[in-house]
């Protein structure tokens, strides 16, 4: 089975996806273009590009892009290419451009606009096809760029959905991770951490809402946390820091899992509620309760306060969970290799002992030395290689399969459940996507 | 940022000089280093947590030109609790990701005390290479260590650390897989 549409409609049946959807390198391609190139990807956030100049490299599908901030103020998305020899633009990963772009090789520069600058000798081209005031010697824009409360995509599609209704429902996430900032606004913090993995991206997807793996999966860091936990608490005589307790979550019986229920979007996006409530009442947190409520009023406060969200796709570039400020935003380098790009953000206004709890979270979780997802990336490297065999052709994702509801276009698994259905949803989007024409996805 | 100011910020100062180290302190103080690293490399974890005093720290930041490791994002930032923790994980029979188990292989040199205290605690710089046996295959890194040693007795080699900082050449990435021990 290889290629074209007919092929793809016969890997995604509804409650099992064919391995070859996760180790096929042409339909790798063909999912770069339909998919990454032509939906909305994210970019970056607006803090990363603060001063006009400012600029971040980030790759979408298979192209190079340069996120910039201009003289006007606006944030525009270009390939990173000069459009006289092809040169790479910006080989810096990030930094600040001055006054415009300047091609290392022949010092063609560009306007943070896009158009072109100055060349350094303009004689010879008259009665050429080039043509230096007219737009096609600037720099190649994205198709479509747009942002959500400071949250930039790109797609490099001129057709599809605006970004507004791509997001949906999914909108929620961004306005939980800036409305629970007492002063509205987050920020960055310093650069992200970039984290290579041996496996397909879908694979990283679905984890995030498996709700079946982390008691198997992270056993031994909850089981590890919580003995120190434990023996702290002994010693010291007090509750041991909070940080702990994200990870020695982790030995929670499977069993309990079950109550973290998940919610499907239209064009992919999931979300999974519970498990992390971060409402305990410490000093630390009352006075956050209480600074949040002083700036939003307190009915809204509430509400923002007790979304309870733990993790959100939006699919098919982002893993972020907006309680704790972190973002994932996902590369793939190719079938089998995966960057994700791990971002944390500081809620403006909040006491600082909430802005450590979340960078405990990033140390523990996301960090290079991380000790929960050391075992997320062997389980997904072990994925890949299971899946690239003739062992078996079938992925089951049958869990709960034909318990899930629909109201209004949104897809509710089971209540009390472990469903798969954010594996299958996804996976229907995906089949969409690509052309499959079942109509399940890409709504 | 130029290497200049890097290394500013890393706190680096000017070596003493060969003539105002004495001899046996340099060896001690080697002899503590390579102590530190066949630990390390044997995977003797009481030895390795008694190598720091109680509150003791290692440090591996995120960036070349982080200046301290206090409310910022690092690659490793870690008490002892901390240790205890990745300790216990990374030996737990259900650590998947140690199945292999890793095995790394430390070569550590260019060793240069930064001061001495009057109390004979001391600062001091070198250069590490680490090759690491994962899933059958090695890879490598490079850095630079910088030790706060405190005096702890008068055998030779007798320190503690109190704060050790390690730059990884490649401190921002990225990485192909977790680090999974401290380096």
């Known amino acids: ?327 994932r935003a996902i590369r793939p380098l190719g079938v089998d290799r995966t960057l994700t790009e791990i971002w944390h953000f500081r809620l403006k206004g909040a006491p600082e002992a909430i802005y450590r709890r979340a960078l405990d979270y990033y140390y523990l979780v996301n960090s290079p030395s991380t000790m929960v997802n050391a075992d997320d990336l062997h389980n997904f490297w072990k994925c890949h290689q299971g899946l690239s065999t003739e062992g078996g052709d079938w992925v089951s994702l049958h869990r709960n399969y034909g318990s899930d509801s629909e109201r209004d276009g949104v897809l509710y698994s089971a209540p009390g459940t472990m469903s798969e259905m954010p594996l299958r949803h996804m996976m229907q989007a995906w089949a969409g996507y690509m052309g499959a024409g079942n109509g399940a996805g890409g709504r | 940022m130029p290497d200049a100011d890097a290394r500013a910020a890393a706190g680096a100062a000017a070596p003493l000089t060969a003539a105002q180290v004495d001899a046996g302190t340099q060896r001690a103080v080697e002899a503590f280093l390579y102590r530190q690293a066949e630990i390390l490399d044997d995977g003797r974890w009481d030895d390795w947590l008694a190598l720091f005093t109680p509150d003791g720290r290692y440090w591996m930041p995120a960036r070349a030109d982080q200046a301290q490791g206090d409310g910022v994002p690092n690659i490793f930032w870690e008490d002892l609790d901390l240790m205890r923790v990745r300790i216990r994980r990374n030996t737990h029979p259900h650590a998947w990701s140690q199945s292999p188990p890793n095995r790394l292989s430390h070569v550590v040199s260019n060793v240069v005390i930064e001061s001495v205290a009057a109390n004979g605690d001391l600062t001091v710089r070198s250069k590490f290479h680490c090759s690491e046996y994962l899933r059958y295959e090695v890879r490598h890194f490079a850095g630079k260590y910088r030790h706060e040693l405190v005096k702890d007795g008068d055998g030779e080699g007798a320190y503690r650390i109190r704060l050790q900082r390690v730059d990884l050449l490649n401190a921002e990435g990225p990485f192909d897989y977790v680090i999974q021990w401290w380096l």
């Open chain 1, 1 to 327: 089975m290889r290629n074209g549409d007919r092929d793809i409609s016969r890997l995604v049946e509804p409650d099992r996806v064919h391995r070859l959807c996760y180790t096929d390198p042409d339909i790798f391609e063909q999912e770069m273009e339909r998919i990454h190139e032509s939906l909305w990807v994210y970019v970056g956030h607006k803090s990363q590009v603060k001063e006009p100049g400012d600029y971040y490299t980030a790759q979408i599908g298979r192209q190079p892009m340069i996120m910039v901030r201009g003289k006007d103020g606006e944030v525009r998305v270009f390939y990173n290419r000069c459009p006289h020899r092809g040169a790479m633009l910006c080989s810096d990963r990030s930094g600040n451009a001055g006054h415009r772009f300047r091609c290392s090789y022949h010092a063609w520069m560009y306007n943070f606009d896009g158009t072109i600058a100055s060349i350094p000798a303009t004689s010879g081209y008259d009665g050429t096809r080039m043509n230096l005031a007219e737009g096609d010697a600037g720099l190649k824009p994205a198709a479509r760029v747009d942002d959500y409360r400071g949250f930039y995509f790109a797609s490099l599609s001129p057709d599809g959905p605006d970004l507004d209704t791509f997001l949906g429902g999914a909108k929620l996430t961004f306005d939980q991770l800036v409305d629970r900032a007492p002063d509205g606004d987050v920020e960055v913090v310093g650069d992200c951490f970039r984290m290579i993995q041996k496996s397909n991206w879908k694979i990283f997807l679905e984890n995030q809402l498996d709700v079946s793996h982390p008691s198997a999966t992270h056993e031994s860091t909850g089981v590890a946390a919580g003995q120190v936990e434990r023996e702290m608490e002994k010693r010291d005589g007090r509750k041991a820091p909070l940080s702990y307790s994200f990870i020695s979550a982790f030995k929670t019986p499977i069993e309990d899992w079950v109550k973290f229920d998940t919610v499907g979007h239209p064009y992919g996006h999931c979300f999974l509620a519970g498990y992390m409530g971060l409402r305990p009442q410490d000093p630390d947190t009352v006075e956050y309760e209480t600074l949040l409520k002083q700036a939003h009023g307190e009915e809204k406060g509430e509400a923002i306060l007790s979304t309870d969200l733990h993790h959100v796709l939006v699919y098919p570039s982002l893993s972020v969970q907006p309680p704790l400020q972190q973002l």
